[in-house]
């Protein structure tokens, strides 16, 4: 059982759509980061949110931390094909400084 | 290096043989992380090394798996008598101690693949 649940696990849009990715989960965490990985790398890291109710914008992409730190959400406006890839959350619960959970990913596709 | 170096990116071995698969992390940081990924899986967390205290090994999912960091550098992940569900892409991370804002630097991964 994951202790970070995303969704959708897949998503197909055109080119120019908006989407959203959410990340779930019945623990708080004092910090949670979201990465994108593409094939045959590693993931890279987008965004680190710590404050719940926090926003954060990156170009095109909006990021949501949830008021109870519990949950997040990313949002991408007027995707491109250069958004695609896998996007995975991470949380760090305080207990666990250092150690971070991850989620099983949501795969996003953005054809032309 | 300017990033986290893994090494070999691809490995077939024949199942009950022994594997070391190798991290070369960035200089500096004092934190090694190795997690492993499954097809639809998201990344499983192994064991994390951090400056001189004891490693946390509470992700080491059998006594057949073990891992060193040696000079608190490069870091070493080696597989007793591996098993096809040992399959997998095993990543390695390194951080310094601002990880909790900074995030981990992932390497490209080695893709086990059992036999």
């Known amino acids: 059982t994951q202790l970070l649940e995303q969704s959708p696990q897949f998503l197909s849009i055109q080119e120019g759509e908006n989407l959203t990715v959410y990340c779930n989960s019945s623990?708080?965490?004092?910090?949670l980061q979201w990465y994108r990985q593409e094939p045959g790398e590693g993931p890279v890291l987008l965004v680190t949110?710590?404050?719940?109710?926090e926003v954060k914008k990156l170009k095109r992409l909006t990021f949501q931390f949830g008021d109870a730190r519990k949950d997040s959400s990313l949002h991408i406006t007027a995707a491109q094909p250069g958004d695609t890839g896998l996007y995975l959350c991470?949380?760090?619960?305080?207990?666990?400084?250092?150690?971070?959970?991850f989620g099983a990913g949501t795969q996003v596709v953005v054809t032309p | 290096g300017a990033g986290v170096s893994q090494s070999p990116s691809n490995k077939v071995t024949e199942k009950g043989k022994d594997v070391e698969l190798r991290c070369d992390p960035i200089?500096?940081?004092?934190?090694l992380y190795w997690y492993r990924q499954s097809l639809g899986q998201g990344l499983e967390f192994l064991i994390y090394?951090?400056?001189?205290?004891?490693?946390?090994k509470s992700g080491l999912p059998s006594d057949r798996f073990s891992a060193e960091r040696t000079g608190g550098s490069v870091s070493t992940l080696t597989i007793q008598r591996t098993q096809q569900e040992d399959s997998a892409v095993y990543l390695c991370?390194?951080?310094?101690?601002?990880?909790?804002?900074?995030?981990?630097?992932f390497g490209s991964g080695t893709r086990l693949t059992v036999v």
């Open positions: 991370a390194s951080s310094d101690w601002t990880a909790n804002l900074e995030g981990y630097t």
């Open positions: 623990s708080v965490f004092s910090s």
């Open positions: 949110v710590v404050t719940g109710g």
């Open positions: 991470a949380g760090e619960k305080a207990d666990s400084w250092g150690k971070l959970q």
């Open positions: 200089s500096g940081h004092t934190a």
């Open positions: 090394f951090q400056g001189n205290s004891a490693p946390d």
